[in-house]
């Protein structure tokens, strides 16, 4: 067990907590701990692990890839690539209990390590709706705009205002896949192969 990963990601853990000692028992043969919500139930998910309702993460999703990611880290990417994926997105169950991830963290990282970017403001327009997109652009005392649909709102938006005076306007953000996030995914494919499928 790589005892540093383990220890680095669940340091909001009391290690003296007999049931933090018992979910590392369970998973002492693993490559490491996965993370464990400081908000996870412990008695009761070693209770439903006892009788089978609950399952431990796989084994496989604990090994980390030769860039130090975990197949959670390309789930993520993945889900990532669709380019529905905003800072206002929540992060699905399953990168925690089936990943062994903190996805919120693993964001962090995939974006350190130039797999995604955060988009620019300017870039994260489409995901305002046509009422968003007016309220900027009345705010700048713009006119003329109260019949163009989205697709106009955005393109006026882009012609008429800067970066720089959009940015405090909203603060959804979108990400990106990189071309080296692209790249990753490509050379790991039995990560996402694996991964049950839905449409985004």
């Avoid at 206002?88 to 919120?104: H, T």
């Avoid at 005076?165 to 050379?187: D, M, N």
Wanted: proline letters at 6%; hydrophobic letters at 35%; a neutral charge.
């Amino acid at each position: 067990m790589n005892t540093n990963n383990s220890t680095k990601q669940n340091s909001h853990l009391d290690l003296n907590n007999p049931n933090v000692q018992n979910v590392f028992a369970l998973y002492q043969n693993y490559a490491e701990v996965p993370y464990i919500s400081p908000t996870r139930n412990l008695k009761e998910w070693l209770d439903l692990v006892s009788i089978g309702s609950e399952n431990l993460v796989p084994k496989r999703n604990t090994i980390r890839f030769e860039e130090d990611l975990l197949p959670g880290h390309l789930i993520l990417l993945w889900r990532i690539q669709f380019g529905t994926f905003t800072t206002s997105s929540g992060y699905p169950k399953y990168f925690e209990y089936d990943y062994g991830i903190n996805a919120e963290q693993a964001l962090k990282e995939v974006i350190e390590k130039g797999y995604a970017t955060q988009l620019s403001a300017m870039d994260s327009l489409p995901y305002l709706n046509a009422a968003q997109l007016k309220s900027v652009l009345k705010q700048f005392g713009l006119n003329g705009f109260s019949k163009l649909n989205k697709e106009g709102l955005m393109e006026l938006a882009q012609a008429e205002l800067t970066e720089d005076q959009i940015s405090p306007c909203f603060t959804i953000r979108g990400y990106k896949i990189t071309p080296a996030g692209t790249e990753i995914l490509a050379k790991y494919p039995e990560a996402v192969d694996r991964h049950p499928k839905k449409k985004y």
